[in-house]
């Protein structure tokens, strides 16, 4: 290792930029954020990094680097000239005064580089490859950001005040070391990356109690994550629910939920099925709520996906009920609801300024043999109606929409297994689609799309984000 990952006080650094380029800027942006007292000085300075330096309380001078003098009283010199001799000299002699210096481009010119910096403040991420590729680190970089939740500083604060009170009540350095594991990877982590700070905190008062009560490290507490699996492409999971399915013990799933997406799910993972279809291994909706409270009650943090959306007629309230009955923590991580994948994978949009200014998801499922809906309310122009579950009712559904006094030849858009790689698209209007659904023999999921909107799918879906070939 060329060089060494050291992390300096911000407020006992004090840097002297030489150099009034775009380089200068980048680095004085930087450290000004990180709170680092930045002066400059350059023979040409650029408008923006002039105003940068000076609203941060920094000092601007014009001029040449000519003797070491300028030097007196920084500990960072920043070599940014684009004159090679020059910042040469500049390294040599700050390095003569012990100093700390960097010489753009040139990592081995002078004695510390800059990485490329995931800030989680207080928690920072820094990636170095000795100055070989600032590329290569800023493409780690994106890739790392992804995968640290945004409110990791917020959990290392909260844990952060915590840490005397732990220590008092875990004397013991390896215990200590398992409460902290629970606490970071469990519920009360999970509680601030989703935005419930009081409850977060709540939480971690109540696994400290149950230290001062003699208990020993945290019981591992079970929790649940309501995930929004999306309707196929695994490309549309939220980096969110890929991140909670890599820390499950056991998932729940159901028959809308891809294999593209299960295979996702890592090898060691419980899978449970508790899907609707399929032979006769259904699990009814009561049963599935327990499970969840059973599997969480002992210990284990259980991923319940779902098709879609949870929230979108796929009966995640009454799934979260029972758990906040029962005091199950739980989160809820949304999906891309079946509407939205089969609307950008065919290129019809579900509003357009000329077409459709509101849009209604309806769910078409036959109560009783026949669909109750506000019909009188849905033939009116200008919306988009999107129905799910309906393709039993398909032509009970067209029919009364006609009889209402809709039009006859209303465009209809037929999705099936939208945004999977067998999707289809099939374009009708409200009169002739009741037949074709006969000879086309089509297969669930499917979901159907009614109003002007489906013109526009000739003219778009060749340039929309439907599936790579
Ligand atoms: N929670 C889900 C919907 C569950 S209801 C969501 O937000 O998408 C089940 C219905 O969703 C199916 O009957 C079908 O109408 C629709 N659906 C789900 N996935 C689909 C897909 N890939 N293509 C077309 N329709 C789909």
Redesign the pocket.
Known sequence: MTFFPLFHNTQQLSALLIGGGNMAKRRAKSLIDAGVACDLMATKIAEDVLQLIESAGGKVTVGAYVSDDVMQGYSLILALTDDRTANHTIANDAKALGLLVNVSDKPNEGNVIFGAIIDRSPLTITINNGGASPVLSSILRQQLEQFVPKAYGQLARLVGAYRPQVKQALPNTSERSIFWHQVLQGAVAEAVFSGKHTEAESLLKKHLKELDNGLGAVKSSGEVFLIGAG??DPDLLTLRAFRLLQKADVVLYDA?VSEGVMALVPEQVERVYVGKRRANHSVPQAGINQLLVDYAKQGKRVARL?????F???RGGEEIETLAEQHVPFQVVP?I??AN??SAYSGIPLTHRDYAQSVRFLTGQLRDGSVDLPWPELIVEGQTLVF???LKGLPLICEALITHGMDKNMPVAL??????QDQRVMISNLNDLPAMIKTESVL????FLVGRVVSLHDKLSWFTSSRDA
């Open positions: 309707p196929g809308l779902k098709g879609g959306d949870p979108i007629f796929g999906g609801t079946a994948g089969c799910y579950m309906g999705i099936e297994k939208g945004t999977t669930s999921p499917s979901l």
